[in-house]
């Protein structure tokens, strides 16, 4: 009975395991490995050159740009996400917002687009000449305004906005779950004891939705390092004006497959995974805290 119930779980396992030693630890192995060769991707001729595309990484000042703008769009978007998040949880929940559902769906509905689809649109309400934002902009102002929000030095910060718009509702949606998991009977007695509003957030919902909080921050935090130079390479191209856009992924991607480097590539991938790793651990202890247990 013992062997066929082993047998059983095994079935189950080991079909998940070997999906993901297919498409996760190999693909990881294989990049770590090419890393330590001089290869261009299409050549059978593998190099060996050790730590040298290390070094190069060290003494290459876009990589430095690239980590700047991936922790800018971090911090900002971490930000902006559980601002918003927050806000429209405690509004659709405690406030007994009416159609409460139907907002929840319209928060939703950017994160379903496709991420071209984001950038494209986003990309005209930029555009300096004919983009909906300089237009409205222009009604408050004596001159036509025209400014370049994609061809700035800023324009890492352009890249915010659509983001945030793009990916919102999903934390919304955690938060909203975490906040309807809490007891009414711990804000009644609340009101009872006369807690304001403000009080009742930062005493009874942060506290009894952290570990929503938490999944959203760290959520966050690893699509932008692993994902966003899908909308800089639409919105910004190769990059914006003097890698004004880069981040790691996007300089992986061009290093890649437009000047044939792929063991540099395969260096930088690797980057990717130790500040991923090494993010995820700090955030991990800042953000540790003591679980509150409902009884």
Do not use: C, H
């Amino acid at each position: 009975m013992k062997l066929q119930r082993n047998l059983f779980l095994a079935s189950f396992i080991l079909p998940a395991l070997a999906l993901y030693f297919l498409f996760a630890l190999y693909p990881l192995g294989k990049g770590i490995y090419l890393s330590l060769f001089d290869w261009s991707g299409g050549s059978e001729t593998y190099n060996f050159v050790g730590l040298d595309n290390f070094k190069a990484l060290l003494r290459d000042g876009v990589i430095l740009k690239s980590i700047r703008n991936d922790y800018i769009l971090i911090i900002g978007k971490v930000l902006g996400f559980m601002v918003l998040s927050i806000i429209f949880a405690i509004g659709l929940t405690r406030f007994r917002i009416k159609g409460s559902g139907f907002y929840r769906a319209i928060f939703f509905i950017p994160n379903v687009l496709s991420v071209v689809v984001v950038g494209v649109l986003w990309r005209y309400i930029y555009n300096p000449n004919i983009g909906f934002l300089n237009s409205f902009i222009s009604l408050f102002t004596e001159k036509e305004f025209n400014f370049p929000w994609l061809g700035d030095q800023w324009s890492i910060f352009a890249l915010l906005p659509p983001s945030i718009w793009a990916g919102v509702g999903y934390t919304v949606i955690l938060l909203v779950a975490g906040i309807l998991n809490i007891p009414d009977s711990l804000y009644e007695s609340a009101d009872i004891e006369g807690a304001s509003q403000w009080r009742q957030f930062w005493s009874i919902s942060l506290p009894l939705m952290w570990e929503q909080v938490k999944t959203s921050v760290l959520w966050i935090v690893m699509t932008t390092l692993n994902g966003a130079f899908v909308i800089v390479t639409i919105m910004t191209f190769e990059g914006g004006t003097d890698n004004a856009t880069q981040v790691l992924g996007s300089y992986l991607y061009f290093n890649a497959f437009k000047y044939g480097k792929f063991s540099y590539a395969a260096a930088i991938g690797v980057l990717i995974l130790v500040l991923s790793l090494l993010t995820t651990v700090v955030l991990q202890r800042l953000m540790k805290r003591e679980t509150v247990e409902l009884s």
